[in-house]
């Protein structure tokens, strides 16, 4: 799968910047929002080749969203690399289990976003 698209799901606009700084340079097309809500709205819209997705988050966290994600035919199959500050072994399962394809922990080098998107 060729990644050109990506959005950015993170409440914190200083990690919204930097991942969007990183992916930009390397030439992928990058959108981004506030909470997992917004997300799932914007996937609704124009569907993402990936999605980085922050876990704690007003509104909607990005477990609750990727499940959301998940239940509709048009964005069930959208790959989701978790981005967070959540390092517990049960957080990482449990992001597995809600359909990841990835997870990243804060901080974090240009180098493993990168890595996990050439995964894909």
């Known amino acids: 799968m060729a990644v ?6 993170d409440d914190s606009h200083p990690d919204r910047v930097n991942l969007e700084k990183i992916l930009s ?10 909470n997992g809500r917004e997300a799932v709205e914007r996937c609704r819209q ?4 990936v999605i980085l997705m922050d876990v ?4 909607m966290d990005g477990f609750a ?12 199959d959208i790959p ?11 957080d990482r399962v449990w992001a597995q289990m809600q359909g990841a394809k990835g997870y990243v922990t804060k901080p974090y080098s ?3 976003i990168l890595d996990q998107l050439r995964q894909l």
Do not use: G, I, W, Y
């Open 25 to 34: 340079a390397q030439n992928f097309v990058v959108t981004s929002v506030a």
């Open 46 to 49: 124009a569907r993402p080749d």
């Open 65 to 76: 969203a990727v499940r959301e994600l998940r239940r509709e035919s048009a964005t069930k």
């Open 56 to 59: 704690n988050m007003p509104e």
């Open 4 to 9: 050109r698209s990506v959005l950015v799901v």
């Open 80 to 90: 989701v690399v978790f981005v967070t500050s959540k390092d517990q072994k049960a």
């Open 110 to 112: 240009a180098d493993q």
